[in-house]
């Protein structure tokens, strides 16, 4: 059954973490208690519960994490909500890993990266920040510009504090929309604070969030003097089949699942806008 | 070339199903189809079947993966069974060309092993058209009616059935058949193509072409305001990709029996509303959208992944099934004017 795309594996979810009233954290590993199978930083991996449906989520944690593989979820449908209410034990299934990934042995290496991201779209740059933070020396300067609708909503809160802040060798710039008690950080929505940081043009971007934050994001960048194709995201669509067959996730000539989900903004400029 | 009198047809058909599943058109209620021979079953005279052979290879429903579940425990099943070798016989030159269009998307990295699986065990008997239809335009795409692909070849006259192998494939089951048919020249054929060919030259889409259409109009196309008229009647009743030989996309849906999950993959239709819904919201919510992107993909962007090969075999079905009579021809030489 190995190269069968449409039949998948057993995963047993081994811990779940809450990060936000809406994100959820699962461990997941195979019946031998080993990773499923590797992957790419920005890959994903269609999860499921039987009788209830199968979705593609992207691989939260790092490849380079050896003993397990993390997805950060946020409840907002009907699987999301059946796997929220799972407790630690049950077993899920998995197939994957899908898509490109992004290229983090190639064009991100010996470049200055400035990661974005809003809400849960720190979901899918967690992978690749972990990665880089693993092999520093492939990499130049990192800034990670994050926020989130409140200090509650911040994804991997403990983790930034107490990792990536205290790492001396990355820069880490948190925002909030708005003013909060025990928050003396900075408040503001992220577009703007990107603007007000003027980070260096020379940087790669990768930025992922709300469709309307990655638009005034882009906008912002562009203002300052970046090229679209210095800028990196990752879209989700619609998917079924996860290898560029089932047709859900055409855009243009390409499929997300399989040519994505990672596009650079030139790229996505030759496709149509429908997503 | 081998022959057979049309009165001894049934007896081929029995040596063909003495060995392998054997399907022929036939009427069903005056509504050609693909059917079972047992018997009896009479092919029908029909130019072509309702429906299009994708069924044999890429059936409207199937199920993937079974799901055995105790507790927090999952067992996962392959249903399959080894599929039996089978014969379709009389399938029309547009519907044999459309299977090459299907093996582009199900036989690339990483194969469809349900669809290769069929494949494998399926062989293709095409049947000359001799009375193409005025809905007919498979020269279009550089299809032969008088000349079908597939694993072996047919043409019928009046009081004869003549078949040529193309395909080892066709040959094996030929060697079979061979006893009881008699060895002849192509005469009889060519005279036959002769007439077809003059046919075909007075049909009236024989100008129509979609040569315009590529990758690199791919933006000018989607772009173009001619979509809005074009789409404004359209009902969304997905008849048109039901029909469609070629239209492949697919759903995967969970059924609970009530002692475990089956996973089954089911024909799906882009011209439906909730094609690509997902919980954060539709990027397709008008039904003009969901119109262009079947033709978008048709005309443009299969053959931009595709070596220029469109996403359609001319075989005329959208043209005499869609409800509000608009179709891909009325599509092609509105939008080529802007181009």
């Not at chain 1, 408040?187 to 790669?204: A, I």
């Not at chain 2, 029995?14 to 009896?40: K, T, V």
């Not at chain 2, 539709?282 to 003009?288: A, E, G, M, V």
Request: glycine content about 8%; aromatic content about 10%.
């Amino acid at each position: 059954m190995n190269n069968e795309t449409l039949i998948p594996k057993i995963g047993v979810v081994t811990d779940i973490r809450v990060d936000t009233p809406d994100i959820k954290t699962f461990r997941v590993v195979g019946l031998d208690g080993k990773k499923v199978f590797e992957h790419i930083p920005g890959q994903c991996a269609m999860l499921s519960i039987p009788g209830v449906g199968e979705a593609m989520f992207s691989i939260t944690s790092s490849p380079t994490l050896e003993e397990y593989m993390e997805f950060s979820i946020k409840k907002c449908g009907c699987l999301t909500s059946w796997l929220h209410a799972m407790d630690v034990g049950q077993q899920i299934t998995i197939r994957g890993p899908y898509g490109n990934g992004f290229p983090v042995d190639t064009d991100f290496k010996g470049k200055d990266l400035l990661f974005v991201a809003g809400g849960v779209g720190l979901a899918p740059l967690h992978s690749v920040i972990n990665y880089c933070r693993a092999k520093r020396e492939n990499y130049g300067h990192i800034r990670i510009v994050y926020g989130s609708r409140s200090k509650d909503d911040l994804l991997d809160y403990q983790e930034i504090l107490n990792e990536w802040m205290a790492d001396p060798n990355i820069e880490v710039n948190l925002t909030i929309d708005r003013e909060q008690e025990g928050w003396d950080g900075h408040v503001g929505f992220v577009p703007n604070f990107v603007k007000e940081l003027n980070p260096d043009v020379g940087m790669t971007v990768v930025l992922c969030g709300p469709p309307v934050m990655i638009k005034f994001t882009l906008a912002g960048l562009k203002e300052l003097g970046f090229k679209e194709t210095q800028v990196y995201t990752t879209m989700e669509l619609r998917m079924k089949c996860g290898v560029g067959k089932c047709g859900r996730c055409n855009i243009g000539n390409k499929y997300v699942c399989k040519d994505g989900p990672v596009f650079r903004f030139d790229q996505l400029d030759e496709l149509p806008n429908e997503y | 070339m081998l022959k057979i009198s049309l009165s001894k047809i049934q007896d081929l058909f029995a040596a063909i199903a003495a060995d392998e599943a054997l399907y022929i058109p036939a009427d069903n209620a005056g509504q050609p189809q693909f059917m079972r021979w047992q018997e009896g079953l009479a092919m029908t005279d029909a130019l072509n079947t309702v429906r299009s052979a994708k069924d044999f290879f890429f059936p409207q429903t199937e199920n993937l993966v079974s799901f055995k579940i105790q507790g927090k425990s999952i067992e996962i099943v392959d249903p399959r069974t080894e599929t039996e070798d089978f014969v379709v016989f009389g399938v029309r030159a547009c519907d044999v060309r459309s299977f090459s269009i299907l093996d582009r998307v199900f036989l690339v990295d990483p194969k469809d092993t349900y669809y290769e699986n069929r494949r494998k065990h399926g062989t293709l008997v095409s049947m000359a058209c001799s009375r193409p239809a005025e809905t007919c335009f498979c020269h279009t795409f550089g299809i032969d009616a008088a000349e079908p692909e597939g694993d072996a070849v047919c043409w019928k006259t009046e009081d004869s059935l003549y078949i040529r192998a193309n395909t080892e494939k066709g040959e094996k089951l030929l060697e079979k058949l061979r006893p009881m048919m008699e060895e002849c020249g192509d005469e009889a054929v060519k005279a036959q193509q002769e007439k077809t060919h003059e046919i075909l030259g007075k049909l009236p889409l024989n100008n129509f072409t979609t040569e315009k259409f590529d990758g690199d109009v791919l933006l000018k196309v989607f772009n173009s305001d001619k979509w809005k008229s074009l789409s404004e009647a359209c009902l969304g009743c997905g008849t048109c990709t039901f029909v469609c030989p070629t239209c492949q996309c697919y759903d995967i849906r969970d059924f609970d029996t009530g002692h475990g999950v089956q996973r089954f993959r089911c024909w799906d239709s882009c011209m439906y509303s909730d094609f690509t819904l997902m919980a954060s919201g539709n990027p397709r919510t008008s039904q003009l959208e969901r119109f262009r992107q079947r033709f978008m993909h048709k005309l443009v962007y299969f053959p931009a992944n595709n070596d220029g090969i469109y996403g359609c075999v001319g075989c005329g079905r959208c043209l005499s099934k869609c409800p509000i009579s608009m179709n891909i021809v009325k599509v092609a030489k509105c939008l080529e004017g802007e181009l």
